[in-house]
């Protein structure tokens, strides 16, 4: 359950009274997402999200995130935008805790996508490649191959073998791979870089919203492409590709953005990298997370098995 904090009736009117927004009706929990508290609020006017930032964001952060909303959302992409307050802030402190509220959109996250859907987040991401050409403003990549490494190193051999027999030896050996065969130079700018089936709402066939963009960062756009691909092209668990969605997601961007020769050579090692990416973070959480923590742990061989795919048939995909 994804509230971690106690908000009272009366600390939510006086909230909701410092945005030109009605008055409060209604403010529900919502039980997904692990990061932040998320409340559903319903106001004489309309519903918004309201989120309280709770681990892992830094208020320092807060105005390059919020901002980014706001920017994508003025290009048309389907991403919410952050209300202001009357004072034009967009964000307020409740105690030592930031709070944003933010632009409800409809729609619901699919567990099995079709590949109409596949298609529609390709375009939606292309997209948003597009809209970011003119923000203005810097998002460090904090998440790249120097963390995947530390990250795998802070666990260790032991502890890695201990999830599955071998996890360590692939682990050092994709982190040298990919130390070697990084790219530079790519096309890129500030992207979502955690574009998951629960990170996408949609209606139908169509992508009604495109959520959670706290790991955005300047990064590779053929690497996003990546990480899209590596969470929405299997079966769950990483056991089988779904080469249908993989075409379908493919074809989405490339209706809006097409893939330099470049970009497309280095799709293969970028796919490996999204894989290591994922395994590395959820391989830290799932050694250092206690197992009576409300965090749920996710399984780090989810894309171990992803990155034995890719290791075997990425230069394919993209020939
Ligand atoms: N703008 C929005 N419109 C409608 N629903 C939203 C919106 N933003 C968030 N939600 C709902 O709230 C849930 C949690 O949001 P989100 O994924 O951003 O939380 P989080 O704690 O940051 O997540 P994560 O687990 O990915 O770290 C989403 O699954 C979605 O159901
Ligand atoms: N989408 C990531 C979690 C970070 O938001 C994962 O599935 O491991």
Redesign the pocket.
């Given at each position: 359950m994804?509230v971690y904090t106690h908000l009272g009736a009366e600390d939510l009117a006086e909230l909701i009274a410092a945005y030109d927004v009605g008055e409060l009706v209604s403010a529900k929990g919502?039980?997904?997402?692990?990061?932040?508290?998320?409340w559903?609020i319903e106001t004489t006017r309309a519903?918004y999200?309201l989120?309280m930032y709770?681990l892992?964001i830094d208020t320092a952060h807060l105005p390059f995130f919020l901002g980014l909303l706001d920017h994508l959302s003025a290009k048309g992409c389907p991403v919410?935008r952050t209300i202001h307050d009357c004072d034009g802030a967009a964000f307020r402190m409740i105690e030592d805790k930031a709070v944003a509220l933010?632009?409800?959109?409809?729609?619901?996250?699919v567990d099995h996508p079709t590949p109409g859907q596949a298609k529609a987040v390709g375009s939606a991401l292309a997209q948003l490649h597009h809209a970011v050409a003119d923000f203005p403003m810097q998002g460090i990549q904090t998440m790249g191959l120097a963390e995947w490494d530390r990250l795998i190193h802070q666990c260790g051999s032991e502890r890695l073998d201990t999830i599955s027999p071998g996890l360590s030896d692939l682990a050092y050996e994709e982190l040298s791979y990919l130390a070697m065969h990084w790219p530079g130079g790519l096309p890129h700018g500030v992207v979502h870089c955690?574009l998951?089936p629960?990170?996408v709402?949609m209606l139908g066939d169509r992508v009604s919203?495109l959520?959670?963009f706290?790991f955005s960062a300047d990064d590779f756009f053929a690497y996003d492409l990546a990480v899209t691909h590596a969470a929405w092209c299997f079966s769950p668990g990483g056991h089988q590709f779904r080469p249908e969605i993989s075409s379908a997601l493919l074809a989405g961007y490339a209706s809006g953005r097409a893939l330099s020769d470049e970009e497309r050579d280095q799709m293969p090692v970028l796919l490996r990298g999204a894989c290591m990416r994922f395994l590395s973070s959820r391989a830290y959480d799932w050694v250092f997370t206690p197992t009576d923590a409300l965090v749920v742990r996710k399984d780090p061989m989810d894309f171990a098995r992803r990155l034995d795919f890719y290791r075997a048939n990425g230069k394919e995909l993209f020939a």
């Open positions: 994804a919502i039980a997904e997402g692990v990061s932040n508290s998320n559903l519903r999200i989120t709770e892992r919410p933010i632009e409800f959109l409809p729609g619901v996250s955690d998951f629960d990170n709402l919203g959520i959670d706290y």
